[in-house]
């Protein structure tokens, strides 16, 4: 399924967009020639209730966010594909569950070697393809390979096996978390300046903004990084939209994650904590971008996606919010790391004039490896044997169909957990949190809480009731879902594709369910 669910569907076009018997539309071919400008951005850990458009009850200003969903439409049931950085990147990325990749658990460093194939199929490469001119500007965190000597890195020589080999034609970004030294500037292949000293901050002398200790650069400055990197964004657009070619902005932003620096005027700002400051300054960061976008005319030809990596982490001081009502995972249970909704659960708001409803919400189950399929679809692209592997397209749903054909999402948690949910049930194949929220895994299990765990998100969306005793088919029902789509390396229509690595995903002392 491209365009239309089924070909026996009476069809017509009327103002750019199928219309068929059901109600429902979706873009047609005119509209898909007109190759849309794709600005993705992504932030880092931030949570579900830290933006006014996914939680009424948010005490964070984000009124940029909130003006562009009311120009857009606002996912209210969207996830990451983990509850982590690098893996949640190469889901987006990809279209591709990433417990598929050789990932199993945990995130990437600031040194480690690139994760991401050049023979994988990626969003660069789709839109490449596409006749896209294509840039990633940020917050790489998938890994690129330093050129070493005696063990060390040498930054006066090229580093290899960056975005561009993922379908990028230039990138600039640091490749790990803001946290993660190495301290510097890679631009499409070459560091901007060589370290010439370490540095570092400690929790202790500062329990918001700490980064571990390594190797800077004297162009890299921790606390302008945010706004330099929407600085270098907005030159991007302006460049771009002075050409007839469309292209694609991959933003992947390395905010609010720690450290958690505000600037002024944002500093103190929220009257909360940084933490809050510095949503704002990104919020306010996102609308300079946004009104780049429309100075430079291209404003109803651009398709504008913004989502978050995850949930928020518990870095942001959750104690402190609380004093002011404000809660980063709206009554969702967890955090960053989790493989409760809290974990994955993130913001996903879409604008395209025109194209897109507007002012609109939806609670069409969405994860981010839909992207792919989506942009896919968007540019009049086939589906191919691979990539996209685990997405499924949301055009309908942009234009306002209730749903797209999602069957059921298979979600991450740092520690390698798995959960799948299908309508209102999810299944967590684990003891405890499956990441830092308590009961971490190795308590729950000391305190002998069951392997599984089975919510009806319907009637408990706050995941505190374990219905799996209850409810044994479901239960097994799920399992064997679960296991098809590990088995077919996909859960899309397609052919059998082989996974990264021999994925397991049954708790110890639970058995495969029989056929």
């Not at 970004?173 to 030294?181: F, I, K, Y």
């Not at 600037?263 to 904590?273: E, L, T």
């Amino acid at each position: 399924m491209n365009w239309i669910r089924n070909a026996a569907v009476l069809a017509v076009m009327v103002g750019g967009f199928v219309v068929n018997d059901e109600g429902s539309r979706s873009c047609a071919e005119e509209v898909s020639a007109q190759r849309p400008n794709i600005v993705l951005v992504m932030a880092d850990d931030l949570g579900i209730g830290d933006v006014s458009p996914t939680n009424p009850d948010c005490k964070i200003k984000t009124p940029r966010l909130k003006e562009l969903a009311s120009e857009g439409l606002t996912f209210l049931d969207a996830h990451t594909p983990s509850s982590v950085c690098t893996p949640t990147r190469y889901g987006l990325l990809t279209g591709r569950y990433n417990w598929r990749s050789k990932l199993a658990s945990g995130v990437l460093s600031g040194t480690s070697q690139h994760l991401i194939p050049a023979d994988r199929p990626t969003l660069g490469h789709l839109l490449h393809q596409a006749g896209y001119h294509t840039a990633m500007i940020g917050k790489w965190h998938l890994g690129w390979d330093w050129t070493k000597k005696n063990g060390k890195i040498d930054f006066s020589q090229p580093v290899l096996n960056g975005p561009d080999i993922n379908g990028f034609d230039q990138y600039y970004g640091h490749c790990g978390s803001l946290d993660m030294p190495p301290y510097v500037w890679v631009d499409t292949g070459k560091a901007t300046a060589i370290p010439e000293r370490e540095e570092g901050v400690t929790r202790k002398q500062s329990p918001y903004g700490w980064y571990r200790n390594g190797p800077i650069a004297p162009d890299f400055e921790i606390e302008q990084v945010l706004p330099h990197l929407f600085e270098k964004s907005i030159a991007y657009v302006e460049e771009r939209s002075q050409t007839d070619q469309p292209f694609f902005l991959y933003l992947p932003l390395p905010a609010p994650h720690t450290p958690i620096v505000p600037v002024a005027p944002f500093k103190d700002a929220s009257q909360m904590n940084p933490y809050a400051d510095f949503v704002m300054q990104m919020d306010h960061h996102m609308g300079q971008l946004l009104d780049a976008i429309a100075k430079a005319g291209i404003e109803d030809e651009t398709l504008v996606v913004f989502t978050s990596d995850n949930g928020c982490s518990p870095q942001a001081n959750f104690g402190k919010l609380a004093e002011f009502d404000h809660d980063p995972s709206a009554g969702f249970r967890g955090h960053k790391a989790d493989i409760y909704e809290g974990g994955h659960r993130v913001p996903l708001i879409v604008r395209w004039p025109g194209k897109v409803v507007a002012g609109e919400t939806t609670s069409a189950v969405a994860c981010l490896t839909d992207l792919y399929t989506t942009f896919q679809s968007i540019t009049g692209q086939p589906r191919e044997a691979a990539g996209g592997e685990d997405g499924f397209d949301l055009s309908g749903v942009f234009a306002g169909d209730a749903a797209s054909d999602r069957e059921a999402l298979v979600s991450h948690s740092i520690g390698g957990s798995f959960a799948i949910r299908r309508g209102n049930w999810k299944l967590c194949l684990s003891h405890g949190s499956g990441g830092w929220s308590d009961p971490r895994e190795p308590k729950a299990k000391n305190a002998g809480l069951p392997p599984m765990q089975l919510y009806d998100l319907d009637a408990d969306p706050g995941e505190r009731n374990n219905v799996a005793d209850q409810n044994p088919e479901v239960t097994q029902s799920l399992l064997r879902l679960l296991r098809e789509y590990v088995d077919s390396g996909r859960s899309t229509d397609g052919p059998k594709l082989s996974n990264d690595r021999d994925v397991t995903f049954l708790p110890e002392g639970v058995t495969s369910p029989s056929p």
